[in-house]
Each structure stands twice: as structure tokens, then as C-alpha cells.
């Protein structure tokens, strides 16, 4: 399968090898509009069956085969060649689009394709594009050409992972180094075409192979022509030197592209048990405003707190502050858990009701098809004639059907009555339960946070005591303090500054204890109010998570109950018509009348 797959882009490269360059090639049509009347002439739906091979060989009668009978959202392929076409748009709807060829036309801006999210090829060839971008969305694309506009930058391709077959020859690259660098990131590529550009003509043919097998190993077709192992092991061999540098740049993109993939998994994870930011919640208390810096140059200097008293008190803060935190995300998990049980229970018991009274309905249902069959002639266009005997022979029999589906009508909407009711209790008896669980996972995060006061009130108490004994130790010792210690800078504010400076802005809290005592409880004050404002969100997102539900699910029963009446009038307003039409067709005659399936309600049931 692999090699018919690149076989099969080989061919089509070599196609582009063999379309005349820009100053031989056929004239393009004048600017036209993509319109609504010309992607009807370029839908393609290719011929299947062994029985039109014949057909698969005209381009022009795969274009045509069957364009007309298939709606836009169901078209996989876009044929777009020498249509004149300037601008990229009204392409809106195309939902299943895989394959889209642009090639041929005076496009100068690639734009409005970010919503065709399943496209696998894309051809821009021959047009007058200067830039590559609007493609970020386009993460299934396997095979784009380029080849032959006026492109002098490679960018805009980053989240292309699977593309392979990469075209884009003949435009104005000249980087080979760039280039090359550039694609390393692709690790699908096999099949790379640069030929025509001045990175590839103006270097001699051997040196630009060598360099770029060297940084894309993995190419089984570089210019149409397939790479030779032996050549790719030399081409490794002779840029070694430089390749180490190169490969240790790829190893710390990775490993950066890992964390922030973990960091956007874990933070997705948080959201759903209602912790996000609880796990760094620590390093921003710490950091959070001037005071926070002032305690930290105290605490860094290792001149005022020669016995490490601060920093011992940090670590003992923050181990139980973790500790709690990872205690408090264990509990949103299971009440997580508890929550999605009773969805669970909630949507299982919703589901056997509903499959209840649509058995009864569908059962009414059908019993009056049989009665209507054996009063009314069939309404396909032929009438059998003894069908049409039986309806002269007995007119009432009609008034009769109508006195029944009166009924019909009355006993599913009483089912639909009585099925709301039911319904609306349900869902009445899931927001009690689904409120309660809420009410608790509250409770929890009361409990939590309240035990994070606790330890950030100890961590005061801590500070103040510390802070006194240096106080007193520094009038005892005075200000000839020890020049020696971290010589490491603040960036925020007015602490980036030199450390003689830092040093005596201490000095001064130091000897004033009102200063000092201000420090300590400012940023007390500042952690606390931080605290108070994450558990103030975590229970604002717990209740509209839970409101959000519930309402969702009263929607739905409104929008299901909202369906079901306007079936049930529906089909019993068609039955009507077509009764009113026989007792109107006294004679016998019979008078075609074009409806949908009458049972259309029973089968949506």
C-alpha cells in the first residue's frame, strides 16, 4: 500500500514536471469569480467499477460524472485548474473536501481555507502567491504544491505534521541552510521537490543534494528522482560536524513541545474536576507583589538570616500547602466521579423511558396503517383495481378512518402529555441530586481553602518571629554588615537594582519595626486575598457547571417535546388531506397527491 501510495504521488509529480513552465504554457482564462455556477462545472466524483476505466482516463468526464446529483457537503474533490480564478472563497459547506486543485489561476493570496479541516492535497501551483499562509487549520494535508510562484520564505507550515509530499519548485527560495532547517520538523516528509530555485541553481547540484539528504534523511524522492541510501549515509557523514548542533536544536524543541503538550494535558484534566491553577497556586502567592520581593531579598542575601531560619520556613510553608492542594484535588476527583455516576444513571433511566413510549407510539401507529391500507388505495401512482372497488363499494369506510385518526391523534398526544410529565420529573429528580452533589464539592472547597488559611497564618506567624530576631540581632551587631552573600538581582519594579542599594533599602526596614511589622502583614494580607479570590472562582465554576447542565438538559426535553407535536400534526394533517381528497373523488377516479413517508414519525421513533 505504502509504495502504490508514492507511486502514485510520483506520477502525479512528474505530471507537474511535465505542465509547461510559465512562459509556455497555454494563456490563462481572464479573472473570474468562484462562484456557485462554476464549482457545479468543477465538482469531480471519479468513475468507480472496472466497467468505466475508460472514463477514469477522461479528466473532462470524471469532472462531469455525476456533478449534478451530489450535494456540496458530500464532495471529496475540487477541480479548479485554468479557471481564471483570483481569489480563494465560497468554498463554505464543503465538509468532506480531501482533494482541492487550485493549480493554473491568478490566486496571489492563499486565504479562506482554514475551514476545510479533511483536506488531504492541495495544489497552488502556477498561480501568483507571494506567501505562504492561511494553512494553520489544515492539519491533515498530506500532499501540497506550490511549485512555480514567487515565494521567498518557507513559514506558515508549522502545524502541517503529516504532510509528506511537499512541492515547491520553481519560486525564490534561496536559503538552502534556512530551507532545510525549516523542514526538519516535518518527520513524514518522503517526497521534497526545490528544484528551480535559486538555492538549487545556484550551488553546484552535488552540494545542494549533500546538504539537504544530510538534514531530510528520511526523503525517499528529492526532485522526482529517488534518493539512494549509500548517497544519504555520505551526505550524514560530510555535515556531521554541523548536524550535531542542528540535532541538538531538534532535541530541545521536542522536549519543549513535550512540556507544553503535558502542561495543556494537565491543565485540561484540572478544568475537568474544577483545579485549575491549584498546583502552581504556591509559586504565585510567593510572587505576588513588592513585599513578596522585599522577603525574598532577605531571605537571598545571606547576610541578615546567616542560620537560613527564612528559607526553612519557606520550605516547611510550601510542603504543607502542597500537601493540602494534592489532598483537595483528590476529593474534586472523586466528587468528579460521583457527579458523572448520576449523569450517567440520569441519561440511562431518560433513555429506557423515551424507548417505552415510542414502542407504544410506533405500535398505534402501525395498527392504523393496516386499517388505512385496507380502506384507502395505495398512493404510489397505481391503484390496484379492486383497491379502487372496495373504496366505491364503501365511502363511509373513509369517514370511519378519519374518526380514527382523530383518535390516533388524541391517543399520541396524550403519550407525548404523559411523557413530558414523566420527563420533567426526571429531570426534576437529576437537578436535586446533581445540586446536592454540588452543594458538596462547595463544601469541600470551603474545607480546603480554609485549611490553606490556616497554613498561610502559621507562615505569618513564622515570618514575624524570624523577622524580629533579625531585627534585634542587626541593632545589636549595627549596620557593618558583612559585604559578602548572593549577588543575584530582582526584574521587577524598583529592585532592579545593584545589591549595595538593596541592601541598605533593608537596612532601613530593619531598624524601623513598624516598617518591618507592615512588610510581613502586607504581604500576608495580599497572599490571603489572593486565596479568598481563587475559592470564590472555584465555586462560581461549580455552580454554573451545574446550572449549565441542568439547563442544557431542560432544553433538550423542550426542543424533543417541541419535535414530537409537530410529527404528530404533521403526519395526522397528511392523513387528513388524502382522506379529504378520497371523499372529494366520489366518482372513483383516482388523483396522484405527492407526500413524504406517512410513517415518517414511526421511524424517527
Not at 106 to 125: A, Q, Y
Not at 211 to 233: C, F, G, I, N, T
Not at 478 to 502: A, F, P
Request: charged share 35%; aromatic share 6%; proline share 1%.
Amino acid at each position: 500500500t505504502v509504495s502504490v501510495l508514492y507511486w502514485s504521488f510520483f506520477e502525479g509529480w512528474v505530471g507537474l514536471m511535465l505542465r509547461p513552465d510559465q512562459a509556455d504554457r497555454p494563456e490563462k482564462p481572464s479573472f473570474t469569480v468562484l462562484d456557485e455556477a462554476l464549482i457545479k462545472q468543477c465538482i469531480c466524483v471519479p468513475p468507480t467499477g472496472a466497467e468505466e476505466d475508460k472514463k477514469t482516463r477522461d479528466r473532462d468526464q470524471g469532472k462531469h460524472h455525476q456533478k449534478q446529483k451530489i450535494e456540496f457537503h458530500e464532495v471529496e474533490c475540487l477541480i479548479f485548474s485554468f479557471t481564471g480564478i483570483s481569489k480563494i472563497n465560497n468554498l463554505v459547506g464543503f465538509d468532506r473536501l480531501t482533494k482541492l486543485q487550485l493549480d493554473n489561476n491568478n490566486i496571489t493570496k492563499i486565504e479562506n481555507l482554514n475551514h476545510l479541516c479533511n483536506l488531504v492535497w492541495l495544489d497552488l501551483s502556477f498561480n501568483k502567491i507571494k506567501k505562504i499562509e492561511g494553512l494553520n487549520e489544515l492539519t491533515k494535508l498530506e500532499d501540497l504544491t506550490l511549485r512555480c510562484n514567487s515565494i521567498e520564505t518557507l513559514e506558515g507550515m508549522d502545524s502541517l505534521k503529516q504532510l509528506k509530499c511537499f512541492s515547491i519548485g520553481k519560486n525564490k527560495l534561496e536559503n538552502l541552510d534556512d530551507i532545510a532547517k525549516y523542514l526538519r520538523k516535518f518527520k513524514n516528509l518522503r517526497m521534497l521537490s526545490l528544484a528551480g530555485n535559486p538555492c538549487h541553481t545556484k550551488i553546484q547540484l552535488q552540494i545542494y543534494e549533500a546538504k539537504v539528504l544530510a538534514h531530510l534523511s528520511k526523503l525517499k524522492y528529492l526532485d522526482y528522482r529517488l534518493v539512494d541510501a549509500k548517497a544519504v549515509q555520505n551526505a550524514k557523514a560530510e555535515h556531521r560536524e554541523h548536524l550535531v548542533q542542528v540535532e541538538e536544536q531538534d532535541k530541545k524543541e521536542e522536549e519543549r513541545q513535550r512540556e507544553e503538550y503535558h502542561a495543556a494535558r494537565e491543565q485540561t484534566d484540572s478544568a475537568s474536576y474544577n483545579c485549575t491553577g491549584m498546583k502552581g497556586l504556591i509559586n504565585e502567592l510567593l510572587n505576588e507583589g513588592t513585599e513578596a520581593k522585599q522577603i525574598q531579598a532577605f531571605r537571598e542575601s545571606g547576610v541578615y538570616d546567616d542560620s537560613g531560619r527564612l528559607k526553612e520556613s519557606l520550605n516547611k510553608y510550601r510542603e504543607a500547602f502542597e500537601e493540602r492542594v494534592h489532598e483537595f484535588i483528590g476529593k474534586m476527583q472523586e466528587h468528579k466521579k460521583l457527579k458523572e455516576e448520576e449523569y450517567r444513571d440520569f441519561s440511562d433511566t431518560l433513555a429506557a423511558a423515551k424507548e417505552e413510549v415510542d414502542d407504544e407510539s410506533k405500535a398505534l401507529i402501525k395498527e392504523f396503517e393496516s386499517q388505512k391500507k385496507l380502506v384507502m388505495p395505495r398512493h404510489d401512482g397505481h391503484p390496484t383495481e379492486a383497491e379502487i372497488k372496495r373504496t366505491e363499494e364503501d365511502p363511509s369506510g373513509v369517514e370511519a378512518l378519519r374518526d380514527k385518526l382523530k383518535t390516533l391523534k388524541e391517543a399520541l398526544l396524550e403519550k407525548e402529555t404523559d411523557q413530558q410529565e414523566a420527563y420533567e420529573a426526571v429531570i426534576s429528580e437529576f437537578e436535586t441530586n446533581y445540586t446536592g452533589l454540588q452543594e458538596e464539592t462547595i463544601e469541600t472547597i470551603g474545607e480546603c481553602f480554609k485549611k490553606l488559611q490556616e497554613c498561610e497564618k502559621e507562615y505569618r506567624d513564622d515570618l514575624e518571629a524570624i523577622f524580629e530576631d533579625i531585627r534585634v540581632k542587626h541593632q545589636l551587631q549595627g549596620s557593618d554588615i558583612n559585604q559578602g552573600g548572593n549577588n543575584q538581582t530582582d526584574r521587577d519594579g524598583e529592585w532592579e537594582q545593584d545589591l549595595n542599594t538593596k541592601r541598605t533599602q533593608l537596612e532601613s526596614i530593619l531598624e524601623n519595626k513598624e516598617e518591618l511589622d507592615k512588610l510581613v502583614e502586607d504581604s500576608h494580607q495580599t497572599r490571603q486575598q489572593k486565596l479568598y479570590a481563587k475559592e470564590e472562582k472555584l465555586g462560581d465554576n461549580e455552580k454554573n457547571n451545574c446550572l449549565q447542565i441542568i439547563e442544557l438538559e431542560k432544553e433538550k426535553e423542550h426542543q424533543r417535546n417541541r419535535a414530537r407535536v409537530c410529527e404528530i400534526y404533521m403526519y395526522c394533517n397528511l392523513i387528513e388531506k388524502l382522506i379529504h381528497q378520497e371523499l372529494d373523488d366520489g366518482d372513483g377516479n383516482y388523483r396522484e397527491v405527492e407526500f413524504t413517508n406517512t410513517s415518517a414519525f414511526q421511524a424517527e421513533g
